[in-house]
């Protein structure tokens, strides 16, 4: 029944910003630690930015000082903050995030949303 679903991916130009949205939904207990992920054409997927639940941070070195994730407990929804986007950072954005619910905690991903800077 947990349900995560990210959103505000979209075609933005080099040196843009965007948004992502995480949202948890269903029978949720807890939120512990949170990440953004990302997979490019042909690459592995790699962590971008992990969060926890306390709202400590820590980013891959090739985002630090252009992402920041961040979230709302209340809400149960991670954020990610894009700035100076640049075309490498295209790929297929993913929400997890460790969840508490019927009583055991397992990791939970988002459907994915995509994100592709060019101009």
């Known amino acids: 029944q947990v349900q995560l679903v990210e959103s505000g991916g979209g075609l933005v130009q080099p040196g843009g910003s965007l948004r992502l949205s995480c949202a948890a939904s269903g029978s949720i207990f807890r939120i512990n630690a949170a990440a953004w992920y990302r997979q490019a054409p042909g690459k592995q997927r790699e962590l971008v930015a992990a969060?926890?639940?306390?709202?400590?941070?820590n980013y891959a070195d090739s985002v630090k000082g252009r992402f920041t994730i961040s979230r709302d407990n209340a809400k149960n929804t991670v954020y990610l903050q894009m700035s100076s986007l640049k075309p490498e950072d295209t790929a297929v954005y993913y929400c997890?995030?460790?969840?508490?619910?019927?009583?055991?905690?397992?990791?939970?991903w988002g459907q994915g949303t995509q994100v592709t800077v060019s101009s």
């Open positions: 997890n995030a460790e969840i508490y619910s019927g009583g055991v905690y397992s990791p939970h």
């Open positions: 969060i926890t639940r306390g709202g400590s941070t």
